[in-house]
């Protein structure tokens, strides 16, 4: 039979304020935030890449297998390939992959398959799932944990005054060619990161009102 976990006792965060002015404060700070794809070459120190990333380490796991690598890369020669790499990927993508819908929706955005951002941003933060942990064994809500993770590296990164993108060129095999990832490391999602550009600019969009994202109780 087995051995029940380890328990320890669990110290809860307390807020300096009362947990309303907290949320409402929490609130005000990450509604600021918004992809960017225009970056400075300010330098951004390793260390706190690494805190950031610790923070998305704290995410919540299936299992708490804890099923993501978190590749921080610098070098402008990798940065370099893996631009020309994402650009061909794109390229495919406008001209011949997306529907007439999808391109249409993405208009708003002003996107297209120019990725200079790959290069000007200090780094990139390549994120991988796991298929199974380091000496083979089973995991669990893989894409629903590195989502979590994900959005706790945003955070953390905008809360430190830094600006992200969440870069999903499609297929991303070439991640794993040009960063010598292993088979069991699949590219999830390419992260731009650094201070966004004194000229930056973004487009004009709304999010929507708490009444279409929130319900309470059942529907009647």
């Excluded at 009362?18 to 404060?25: D, K, N, Q, T, V």
């Excluded at 200090?122 to 089973?138: E, N, S, Y």
Aim: glycine share 6%; hydrophobic share 40%; with cysteine.
């Amino acid at each position: 039979m087995a051995q029940p976990p380890r328990m320890i006792p669990y110290r809860p965060y307390e807020p300096a304020g009362e947990p309303l002015a907290a949320a409402r404060a929490f609130l005000d700070a990450i509604g600021q935030r918004r992809s960017v794809r225009s970056f400075s070459n300010r330098p951004v120190s390793r260390e706190l890449v690494e805190t950031i990333i610790a923070a998305a380490g704290t995410a919540p796991s299936g299992a708490n297998k804890q099923p993501w690598r978190f590749v921080a890369v610098q070098d402008p020669a990798l940065k370099h390939e893996i631009r020309i790499a994402a650009e061909a990927e794109e390229r495919e993508f406008y001209q011949h992959r997306a529907s007439r819908r999808w391109l249409e929706d993405l208009q708003a955005l002003g996107t297209d398959e120019h990725k200079e951002f790959l290069e000007t941003a200090p780094w990139l933060i390549a994120v991988f799932k796991l298929v199974h942990t380091d000496d083979g064994g089973q995991v669990y809500y893989v894409d629903e944990s590195i989502g979590i993770a994900v959005g706790m590296l945003l955070t953390a990164a905008h809360l430190a005054g830094l600006s992200t993108l969440t870069h999903t060129p499609s297929p991303m095999k070439f991640l794993s060619r040009i960063l010598g990832r292993p088979a069991h490391e699949r590219p999830f999602l390419l992260i731009p990161l650094g201070y966004a550009a004194r000229d930056c600019a973004v487009p004009d969009i709304q999010r929507k009102p708490l009444s279409d994202i929130m319900a309470v109780d059942r529907a009647r």
